[in-house]
């Protein structure tokens, strides 16, 4: 479908081009909010679809997350009719399902350009739009950070409306409810959409749901209940307590929502959120109350109006690029094996001879590789939900019992539980394990997946041993090591995508604590290297040595605790040493240097030089040219060596042929 930016005649709503075609796709005539707001309601259904269409077509061009979005086509069409964004807020959680949103507030033109260098971000972001109110990109914020936006406008005066859209499945965290009992007490005027694709909250929902929640929601049936609160005002105190639960529970036994009620929640629904005729009326009426926070009850379907992606959902929840017609995702060309795969098919072969190993997930089953660990030991596999608070202390109960948990969450997610790594796990000196996916750079997640701080927050904490995969023979001889660990916390991280081929061992090998290697000898520089940074360590002694600079190569394997025997070695051979790491700045090299100072290495002149993660989040792009931006690549080592030597790389001529 083409992209066409056209401007609106404002006595007609319509472009003059486009009120005498009546084939022009409706999606022509949107080019904000306002344009939507101007169509009548009978117009709705078919921009919807052309949104869908429209949402197809991008995303099959860039890849990224689909049938979140698919399912919310008619919710965010009926969301900007009714509300008038951006004066009102609208809050998506996660931000899986944005993309028809983005289409619908003036980014149509760059919907192509989704997770590409330069283009949108796959996620809601303040500084892309005055239509994104608030960034998001982890789950369950979106009420909280609702709440703090009605409480903002109450104290300012203002009268606007906030509305936060939160699925199903991020109503797992405590997060979630934590913002809706402090909604309840402040009885701040705000309204959720609880959009339910999956968990199945309520029965399947119909005409006689609709009607209901239409009076509910109404101004009719509102009246009448504020006119009963006044008569039961007249009752005695303890009569009054049961005449408000009756009403509650009454409401409650024909529509559900009790819980929501508890929490202070004016409950509405369930509803069809893919039926115009039932969302409309509903989201008016809840548009127009004045007096506490509002839960509105909707069911989608996720990949609606997309076969394959109805028929998969799992699989089309976030994809790569793919063929419209047929739904073929583009395929990896590259045979190595993936670092996720490798982590689940070690821990599966360690959990075959030790039963007392078993495996957590916070709802990233797939994601970990801990679908098929579940395949061959479902008893011993827990999905907790999007909730890696309690998926931390549950691991602490685990093991205080002498169990052997494995807790695999994503590096960025794992900054959710922070205080229960500390609390739970570290004072305790409780062996949990914690398999760290995605460190370092992910791409086109962008900065709020990038696996960066991991190492700096595990490190900071006594009795932790923090280890880094160089490649995925390293990640399946630090599975065998973890599962040694008895005495103590530990931690393995590894990167999203391939390994880098090199020879698997069948098992790995348990490794001793706190030691690294040697892979490359020389005299002049030494490149220790912590994580999978050590092929382009190796790539760069090569350069090096090109130029006549004798290069040692070291992996060090261990933030924690450190190989001070080797980084002595390297200090008192070498003039310079450079220290590797695809994380934040406060990480493994700081370690390096606190101890290169305590020893006082530094004081006989000895250059050293700490390659981080920069310190600023980084937009999406393609992993090699953030790895490259960060001087984190070949060249940028290279480039760093030269410039603590004060020597310039670019009129440097190679000493012999590389």
């Known amino acids: 479908m083409a992209v066409a930016t056209v401007q609106f005649s404002a006595a007609k709503g319509l472009p003059p081009a486009v009120a005498n075609r009546p084939d022009t796709p409706l999606l022509d005539t949107v080019v904000t909010p306002a344009d939507l707001r101007r169509l009548p309601e009978a117009d709705l259904p078919q921009l919807a679809e052309e949104l869908r269409r429209e949402t197809i077509s991008a995303v099959s061009v860039t890849g990224g997350h689909l049938g979140a979005g698919l399912g919310v086509v008619e919710l965010t069409v009926a969301l900007h009719y009714v509300f008038d964004t951006p004066r009102d807020r609208l809050i998506f959680d996660v931000g899986h399902q944005a993309y028809p949103h983005k289409i619908l507030t003036g980014r149509?033109?760059?919907?192509?350009?989704?997770?590409?260098?330069?283009?949108?971000?796959?996620?809601?972001?303040?500084?892309?739009?005055?239509?994104?109110?608030?960034g998001a990109a982890h789950s369950s914020t979106s009420i909280s950070a609702g709440l703090g936006m009605?409480?903002?406008?109450?104290?300012?005066?203002?009268?606007?409306?906030?509305?936060?859209?939160i699925g199903d499945g991020a109503m797992s965290a405590g997060m979630a409810y934590e913002a809706m009992n402090n909604a309840g007490h402040l009885k701040s005027r705000l309204i959720v959409v609880l959009n339910d694709n999956d968990m199945s909250i309520a029965e399947p929902v119909g005409a006689m749901s609709a009607y209901l929640a239409r009076i509910v929601s109404g101004r009719a049936y509102r009246r009448f209940r504020n006119f009963g609160k006044r008569m039961i005002a007249w009752l005695p105190h303890f009569l009054q307590e049961k005449v408000k639960r009756s009403e509650e529970y009454a409401r409650g036994f024909w529509t559900g929502g009790t819980l929501f009620e508890e929490l202070g929640f004016y409950y509405v629904g369930p509803i069809d959120g893919h039926n115009f005729d039932h969302l409309l009326p509903v989201l008016k009426n809840v548009r127009d109350m004045r007096n506490g926070p509002i839960l509105v009850h909707v069911r989608t379907k996720k990949g609606k109006g997309y076969a394959p992606a109805e028929a998969s959902a799992d699989k089309y929840h976030g994809v790569t690029k793919f063929d419209v017609v047929t739904g073929k995702q583009a395929k990896s060309t590259v045979n190595r094996p993936a670092y996720t795969r490798v982590f689940a098919d070690q821990l599966i072969k360690a959990a075959r001879a030790d039963d007392r190993i078993v495996a957590i997930t916070a709802a990233m089953p797939s994601g970990t590789g801990l679908d098929l660990f579940g395949k061959e030991f479902p008893n011993r596999t827990f999905d907790v939900g999007i909730a890696e608070q309690h998926a931390v202390t549950f691991a602490a109960g685990l093991a205080a019992e002498g169990y052997k948990p494995f807790a695999a969450i994503y590096s960025t997610f794992l900054q959710r539980a922070y205080d229960q790594v500390v609390h739970d796990v570290a004072i305790q000196n409780l062996p949990v394990r914690f398999a760290i996916d995605r460190a370092?750079?992910?791409?086109?997640?962008?900065?709020?997946?990038?696996?960066?701080?991991?190492?700096?927050?595990?490190?900071?904490?006594?009795?932790?041993?923090?280890?880094?995969?160089?490649?995925?023979?390293?990640?399946?001889?630090?599975?065998?090591?973890a599962v040694a660990i008895d005495d103590r916390p530990s931690s393995l991280r590894y990167p999203r995508g391939e390994g880098v081929g090199v020879d698997m061992p069948e098992v790995g090998e348990v490794l001793e604590i706190g030691k690294?290697?040697?892979?490359?000898?020389?005299?002049?520089?030494?490149?220790?290297?912590?994580?999978?940074?050590?092929?382009?360590?190796?790539?760069?002694?090569?350069?090096?040595?090109?130029?006549?600079?004798?290069?040692?190569?070291?992996?060090?394997?261990?933030?924690?605790?450190?190989?001070?025997?080797?980084?002595?070695?390297?200090?008192r051979e070498h003039e310079v040493l450079v220290t590797v790491e695809e994380g934040a700045v406060g990480g493994f090299g700081s370690h390096v240097l606190a101890h290169l100072a305590a020893s006082g290495a530094l004081d006989r002149g000895l250059k050293v030089r700490t390659l981080a993660m920069p310190d600023r989040f980084l937009d999406h792009d393609k992993p090699e040219a953030q790895y490259e931006a960060s001087g984190l690549d070949a060249r940028g080592i290279v480039t760093t060596v030269f410039a603590a030597l004060g020597r310039d790389l670019a009129a440097a001529t190679p000493a012999r042929s590389a």
Do not use: C, W
């Open 516 to 571: 690294g290697r040697v892979l490359r000898e020389g005299s002049k520089v030494a490149i220790l290297s912590f994580g999978a940074r050590l092929a382009e360590a190796l790539n760069a002694a090569e350069e090096l040595d090109a130029h006549g600079l004798s290069t040692t190569v070291a992996d060090a394997r261990f933030a924690k605790p450190l190989d001070t025997a080797l980084i002595d070695r390297l200090a």
């Open 108 to 134: 149509r033109d760059r919907i192509r350009t989704l997770r590409q260098p330069g283009g949108l971000s796959g996620f809601t972001r303040r500084a892309e739009s005055e239509y994104d109110p608030f």
């Open 440 to 481: 370092g750079f992910v791409g086109a997640d962008g900065a709020t997946h990038a696996g960066a701080f991991d190492t700096t927050f595990l490190a900071t904490l006594p009795n932790f041993v923090v280890m880094a995969a160089a490649d995925e023979a390293e990640l399946a001889h630090m599975v065998a090591t």
């Open 150 to 165: 009605a409480t903002a406008r109450d104290l300012s005066g203002g009268d606007n409306a906030v509305v936060a859209v």
